[in-house]
Nanobody, 128 residues
Framework: EVQLVESGGGLVQAGGSLRLSCTVS????????IGWFRQAPGKEREGVSC????????YYGDSVKGRFTISSDNAKNTVYLQMNSLKPEDTAVYYC?????????????????????WGQGTQVTVSS
């Protein structure tokens, strides 16, 4: 079965850094993408970043551009999210998701969740 395992969340002060990891197993096709999303209590889920496994194209939400960097280690089936200059507004549960349409979120698609799989989420808390 497809599984996504996330790690790296925690509590940091504003201005600090964290690196999140998402390891994917059981996904048999190479034509897919892995994205990071976040959701804070009382707020809508929003896209953070996304990367295509096949061609390496990357996407970022406006609020994190210049601060977060997504990368992949295909040999390990792992995607990383390096989070720098963290702000209290970044506090949320961060989820990774894998699927063929995940990155279409950044084209305005409402169907980015189709055929997708989601991790359990990891809490990121940024104190001021």
């Amino acid at each position: 079965e497809v599984q996504l395992v996330e790690s790296g969340g925690g509590l940091v002060q504003a201005g600090g850094s964290l690196r999140l990891s998402c390891t994917v197993s059981g996904f048999t096709k190479d034509d897919y993408a892995i994205g990071w999303f976040r959701q804070a209590p009382g707020k809508e889920r929003e896209g953070v970043s996304c990367i295509s496994v096949s061609d390496g194209d990357t996407y970022y939400g406006d609020s994190v551009k210049g601060r977060f960097t997504i990368s992949s280690d295909n040999a390990k089936n792992t995607v990383y999210l390096q989070m720098n200059s963290l702000k209290p507004e970044d506090t949320a549960v961060y989820y990774c998701a894998a699927g063929p349409w995940i990155c279409s979120y950044y084209s305005g698609s409402s169907y980015y969740t189709q055929k997708g799989y989601w991790g359990q989420g990891t809490q990121v808390t940024v104190s001021s």
